[in-house]
């Protein structure tokens, strides 16, 4: 079993669009968001409010488990097509299992 993380730079509807399609996909066990559980507490009046960071579309981390390297391949063709859809980056991250 592989373990496959992914980064989204992009909307949180872009990250939904992609979580759903690797629901879709057989061969996935689980996918899970694994960044920002928590909501962000930043005041409007911090040092830190209005900053590059805080503007623009945001990232978002998933955990892909996947049975096997064929279905780890499916993964990454099927996100990279719709990637270019969105117009959205994804990086990726793998731990073999």
């Not at 980064?7 to 992009?10: A, E, P, Y």
């Not at 996909?25 to 899970?32: K, L, N, S």
């Given at each position: 079993m592989a373990l496959l993380r992914l980064?989204?730079?992009?909307t949180e509807d872009d990250a939904r669009a992609i979580t759903d399609l690797l629901q879709s996909?057989?061969?996935?066990?689980?996918?899970?968001e694994t960044d920002d559980l928590m909501p962000h507490m930043d005041d409007d009046d911090s040092s830190s409010a209005g900053l590059s960071d805080d503007i623009g579309p945001g990232t978002h981390e998933l955990e892909v488990e996947v049975g096997n390297a064929l279905g780890a391949q499916r993964v990454r063709d099927a996100v990279q097509e719709l990637a270019l859809?969105?117009?959205?980056f994804v990086e990726y991250e793998q731990d073999e299992g």
């Open positions: 980064r989204i730079t992009g996909i057989e061969g996935i066990e689980h996918v899970e859809e969105l117009d959205v």
